[in-house]
């Protein structure tokens, strides 16, 4: 039986990095550029902001040691960090990490889960919440350490474009409502009329319809409803 020949270290080595070059440019690219701002760091410092909505997340660790939190906080102020995100870990795998979440969860003045499960589904809730949290001083090793301070009052993020859209459905509904009252007639009204009522109505609003285009007055009545959008 032949040997199967053995690739040195080397060769091995080789055939990775030819492989790793291949097609790699445009990665390379990517690597070039660096950290985009938005998402490196933040100094050391203290933050007004919002916690991004669906961000506060409970997972396993890729070791395997445990679990962790995560959340994505999006700056509000001061306004030269305006719109910078900082990622927020909390270690879950030992009793004094746990600790440290839940008094964080009561800072956000979350009621306090007595499971994983618990405090996954409370997390659930925090989308756009306002906070107050502090950066710790950058680490070449490790994440900096981020905390809550406080929760701030009022919706954070998105509550102008909420407000926004609340006020254009009023204006909506304002029209709507200006348009029935505008309106002379009803449904009923029309449906009682004459051949003479309809005809006069069709002139009197200016209603492009042919009494002749149907069979019925009743017919012409019903078009008539559609054409005034009662």
């Keep these: 039986m032949a040997k199967k020949s053995k690739k040195s270290k080397k060769q091995q080595t080789r055939k990775s990095k030819k492989a790793l070059r291949k097609g790699s440019t ?12 938005r998402f490196s760091n933040l100094p050391e410092g203290t933050y007004d902001g919002y916690i991004k909505p669906g961000s506060f997340i409970i997972e396993p660790k890729e070791d395997g040691s445990g679990h962790r939190a995560l959340c994505s906080l999006i700056v509000t102020s001061p306004e030269e960090f305006e719109g910078r995100t900082q990622v927020k870990r909390s270690d879950l795998s030992t009793q004094i990490g746990v600790n440290i979440f839940l008094g964080e969860l009561e800072t956000l003045e979350f009621d306090q889960p007595a499971s994983l499960e ?19 001083p950058q680490n070449d090793e490790y994440p900096p350490k981020v905390r809550f301070n406080e929760r701030l009052e009022g919706e954070g993020g998105r509550e102008d474009e909420a407000e926004d859209e609340s006020e254009d459905e009023s204006e909506d509904e304002s029209e709507d409502e200006s348009e029935e009252e505008e309106s002379e007639y009803t449904k009923k009204d029309i449906k009682k009329m004459d051949e003479e009522a309809l005809t006069q109505l069709i002139e009197d609003e200016a209603l492009d319809i042919d009494p002749d285009d149907y069979d019925t007055w009743p017919e012409v009545a019903t078009a008539c409803i559609e054409e005034l959008g009662l």
Excluded: Q
């Design 118 to 136: 618990e405090a996954s589904e409370l997390l659930a809730e925090t989308d756009n919440i306002p906070v107050r949290f502090w950066v710790g």
């Design 26 to 37: 445009s990665t390379d690219k990517l690597f070039a550029d660096g950290v985009p701002s």
